[in-house]
């Protein structure tokens, strides 16, 4: 929401399965810059914030053989992907 000052669209969806789940999460916003790695500690295209937060999520993920990934297209949007893998 953040990424779309001006409104826009954001959709979430969640494909389960017995030993996966993928979360997808779209947004029709301002888009993240080539050049910024979101996943380096302390990058980040917003006024406030630390910069910690999706590096945070990437390693949680990893922890549990999980996995997120984005596309992203500058003034169009951002489209999210994590897998989250079952431990049971």
Known sequence: IEAMPSGGNLKVE????????I????????GIPED??????FATTKDKGTGLGLMVVRQ???AHNGSISYRSK????TGWRARIVSTG
Do not use: S
């Open 74 to 77: 500058r003034g169009e949007g």
């Open 14 to 21: 969640i494909y389960p399965d017995r030993q996966n789940a």
């Open 36 to 41: 910024v790695d979101i996943f380096e500690p």
């Open 60 to 62: 949680i993920l990893a």
């Open 23 to 30: 979360i997808e999460i779209t947004d029709t916003g301002m």
